[in-house]
């Protein structure tokens, strides 16, 4: 899938991607077409639970039902792609409800631990994490030039390559508190 423009994610859209179950579902649904019973397998969740994942992201427009298949066993199934319509899309902070838009980025956080484990401690993986100091200006240059850096990579979608996860988070740290202390004499 390639890259799309950033836009600003409505409040449905907040609302679709707020579980971290769904974000599995989307990338799951990525690379294959997959059905509702398959997903629940892979995710370990009953059928009944899944689909209603299913049907919130179908309604938001992140997953797409296929034309309906045979299955294995000879049973009709819809199989279900992922639309590639979160890329790019930005939680507007002034957006209501506020809390809406932490609890996007934390059900990305739990989705990405999920993937961490389910690979196992063999699986190659590249992780940083530091802190940096820098104006505004500085933070949105940074931003951008990641941004594109990633949107050129997306764009090659080599088919024989490897399939890798990633997460990218940039959050202003809290401010530290000033401690004071007044003596007495």
Known sequence: MSPKPSRIATVDELRA???PVRW???RLC???ALTNQQLAQRLDSSPATTLRHI???VAAGFLAPEPVRTGERGALERPYRATGRTWGLVVDV???PTLLGQQVELAVLSAHRAEMIEAG???PRDAARGMLRLRQESARELR???????AEFAARDEPDGERLSYLWSLI??????SVTSARSD
């Open 17 to 19: 991607l707020g579980h």
């Open 24 to 26: 599995r579902i989307l």
């Open 30 to 32: 990525y690379d294959e």
């Open 55 to 57: 049907r919130a992201l």
């Open 94 to 96: 002034n957006l209501e």
């Open 121 to 123: 401690p063999e699986a």
């Open 144 to 150: 951008d030039r990641l941004t594109t850096l990633l």
């Open 172 to 177: 202003a740290r809290a401010p530290s508190e």
